[in-house]
T-cell receptor, first 110, second 113 residues
Framework: GQQVMQIPQYQHVQEGEDFTTYCNSSTTLSNIQWYKQRPGGHPVFLIQLVKSGEVKKQKRLTFQFGEAKKNSSLHITATQTTDVGTYFCAGRGSQGNLIFGKGTKLSVKP | NAGVTQTPKFRVLKTGQSMTLLCAQDMNHEYMYWYRQDPGMGLRLIHYSVGEGTTAKGEVPDGYNVSRLKKQNFLLGLESAAPSQTSVYFC????????????FGPGTRLTVL
């Protein structure tokens, strides 16, 4: 079945350093969504990318969708302690459901 | 608007006991989902519903049943709980298609002894 792979599984950074998580699909995606889950919380929608090569920014967060629509990335510039959490990508599966990656858990050392 | 709510927040069961988790949404969403989240496994879809009276199996449906008798409610049942069902369960809803934004509830932490 369709899989969405996400790397790395964990990332520990010093506050102020940059952070990137990558998402790869075995098949072409119609779109991809990114969610953030704070420790002890629930996933919260961040953004959706639809077009090939699309780049969107939210303050220090930059999201990219690959030209082939099989991969995506989330880059955070100058991390802050408020960025702590697990970041999930999710792509549309063959049943039409969202297939979530396993997430990247980000910890930020002050 | 409360968004998506889940009841209960925590529960401890003994092996073989049954229980029902309730999910309610006040956004008039058509689609509702039940996920389980285990360490290192991400979010795995258990069952979903595309409208009142409909249900469908997701990635890990075994040991669970669901019902969607009312549009705003989606129930997840465990008939005979097993330790492997110890997990955090999240309900989510979306407006019209599978790829719409999903809104998640706060989760239910279930422990099966």
């Amino acid at each position: 079945g369709q899989q969405v792979m996400q790397i790395p599984q964990y990332q520990h950074v010093q506050e102020g350093e940059d952070f990137t998580t990558y998402c790869n699909s075995s098949t072409t995606l119609s779109n991809i969504q990114w969610y953030k889950q704070r420790p002890g919380g629930h996933p919260v929608f961040l953004i959706q990318l639809v077009k090939s090569g699309e780049v969107k920014k939210q303050k220090r967060l930059t999201f990219q969708f690959g030209e082939a629509k099989k991969n995506s990335s989330l880059h955070i510039t100058a991390t802050q302690t408020t960025d702590v959490g697990t970041y999930f990508c999710a792509g549309r599966g063959s049943q039409g459901n969202l297939i979530f990656g396993k997430g990247t858990k980000l910890s930020v050392k002050p | 608007n409360a968004g998506v709510t889940q009841t209960p927040k925590f529960r401890v069961l003994k092996t073989g006991q049954s229980m029902t988790l309730l999910c309610a949404q006040d956004m008039n969403h058509e689609y509702m989902y039940w996920y389980r989240q285990d360490p290192g496994m991400g979010l795995r879809l258990i069952h979903y519903s595309v409208g009142e009276g409909t249900t469908a199996k997701g990635e890990v449906p075994d040991g669970y049943n669901v019902s969607r008798l009312k549009k705003q409610n989606f129930l997840l049942g465990l008939e005979s709980a097993a330790p492997s069902q110890t997990s955090v369960y999240f309900c989510a809803s979306s407006s019209g298609t599978h790829t719409d934004t999903q809104y998640f509830g706060p989760g239910t932490r279930l422990t099966v002894l």
